[in-house]
């Protein structure tokens, strides 16, 4: 059987992050992932929010009321950039481990 795009689009990967004592699993979709996503990726500045908020499916992160903390730019832009920048590393080591 062909392999579409859509298809491909939606493979899911999931992906734990060590957070102190703590891990945050993280479920993306490799296939979203672009040179220019790599690079939003790599360079906190530039719309690393935006790029995580298009590539993460789920993740396990709670909100202080303890629903899910949701994933969407803008409250992707509240989180600390140490924890984008973790985020961000896992999934590009991920998606390119060598």
Do not use: F
Request: aromatic share 4%.
């Amino acid at each position: 059987m062909p392999v579409t795009a859509s298809n491909m689009a939606r493979n899911e990967k999931t992906v734990a992050v060590a957070i102190g004592d703590e891990t945050l699993n993280i479920t993306y979709y490799p296939n979203l992932v672009t040179s220019k996503m790599i690079a939003q990726l790599d360079d906190a500045l530039a719309g690393i929010q935006v790029a995580l908020a298009s590539l993460i499916k789920t993740w396990d992160l709670l909100a202080d009321d303890g629903s899910i903390y949701p994933i969407d730019a803008e409250s992707i832009e509240a989180l600390g950039l140490p924890l984008l920048l973790k985020i961000s590393q896992a999934i590009a080591r991920d998606i390119r481990p060598n």
